[in-house]
């Protein structure tokens, strides 16, 4: 049996002609930027998230940055960011000229280490950036309280978790502001790159869609530097066909997630925990294997297709040199990133294929 990692196939093959007609709408409209179809995809996709206002814009390391720009957060200031993440989460820091705090992550969840936040702040803190890593909605409370405290931002990284709620509360309108990527492999996924902001604050939006725009409210006149990002019509249109899916594939990738749980028996593996299960929508489905490329080799021999999110930490990337030396005070991250292994899990896989990844996985042994 041959599983490939990722197969979007049973998702688009189902909305084929819907996708097919709305592109050809589009087209025939002739109006691919700062449209109609993005106008209505902002306010759908702020209803879906809970919040007053939404803004489309070109990917999701641009959400990040532009709420940052729009905060006016730059040079001399820090932010607060999981050292467990993309490595987009810290580019957008550093797009800013602020500098990137990196926590090292938590031990059972993944996420950023709770409990490792306060001991970073310092008098140049402006902002907390939480990221929602593998679709697992990070535990809130404790970092509103500590925003609150010490007068910070905090800016959620949502990017792999549409839809994942925390006390029945989504993702997107859990902090000062959200960011949220359309990759095309993402739960809610674009035909090409795509990004939102989400927030409740409307001078906040308003101030994103100018910086995305050139830093213009106003055609021609320049309020500030900003850039070109922006949403385009034709993803916009495709994403607003598959947006009312999107719970539904959400409750698939649960149930798929939950079977692996229930069926995985190896000690070799640590599997990730589910506490709650509307706060994880498993983006990735991420198990811990002290022998990973044995483990893969292994997998790929019998035809399941396995990726690694993410093998090098941020500390050892050769863009951040100056952090390379702090990698130590990262323990948890580091285990991560030398043990992940993420296997299959999307929208549409057939029983047999989990059945037989179940299977395989228990049957093997370092």
Not at 58 to 66: E, M, Y
Not at 160 to 176: E, V
Not at 198 to 212: I, K, P, S
Request: proline share 4%; net charge negative; aromatic share 10%.
């Amino acid at each position: 049996m041959e599983i490939p990692y990722l197969n979007l196939a049973p998702m688009h093959d189902f909305l084929k002609e819907e996708l097919s007609e709305k592109f050809r709408e589009v087209l025939d409209q002739e109006w691919f930027v700062q449209g109609k179809e993005c106008t209505k995809f902002e306010e759908n996709f702020a209803a879906f998230c809970g919040a007053k206002y939404c803004v489309g814009v070109g990917n999701g390391l641009d959400a990040i940055r532009v709420i940052l720009q729009a905060y006016g957060i730059g040079a001399g200031d820090e932010v607060i960011v999981p050292a467990n993440t993309f490595i987009a989460t810290v580019l957008a820091i550093s797009y800013v000229g602020a500098t990137p705090v990196l926590v090292d992550a938590d031990s059972a969840t993944y996420n950023i280490g709770l409990e490792k936040i306060e001991e970073k702040i310092t008098s140049h803190t402006k902002a907390i950036i939480v990221v929602h890593l593998y679709g697992r909605a990070v535990e809130m409370a404790p970092v509103l309280n500590l925003a609150h405290k010490y007068g910070l931002k905090v800016i959620e990284d949502s990017a792999q978790a549409h839809g994942a709620l925390y006390k029945g509360i989504c993702t997107g309108n859990l902090g000062d502001a959200a960011a949220f990527s359309f990759y095309p492999g993402k739960n809610l996924g674009a035909l090409g790159d795509g990004g939102a902001v989400t927030t409740n604050d409307e001078e906040l939006a308003q101030r994103v869609r100018a910086v995305c725009n050139y830093g213009s409210y106003q055609k021609y006149c320049h309020e500030f530097k900003g850039c070109n990002s922006r949403l385009d019509e034709i993803q916009a249109a495709l994403l607003s066909v598959k947006l009312p899916h999107l719970k539904e594939w959400n409750e698939e990738r649960k149930n798929i997630a939950e079977k692996y749980n229930a069926g995985i028996h190896n000690p070799l593996f640590t599997l990730p925990q589910i506490s709650d299960r509307d706060g994880h929508v498993f983006h990735i489905y991420p198990l811990l294997c002290s022998e990973r490329e044995k483990l893969i080799a292994y997998l790929e021999a019998r035809g399941i297709h396995t990726n690694i999110h993410y093998p090098t930490p941020i500390p050892l990337q050769g863009a951040y040199q100056e952090l390379a030396d702090s990698i130590t005070e990262y323990p948890v991250t580091a285990r991560i990133c030398a043990e992940e292994v993420s296997i299959p899990l999307y929208p549409g896989m057939a029983q047999e294929e989990t059945d037989y990844i179940i299977d395989v996985l228990n049957c093997y042994r370092a």
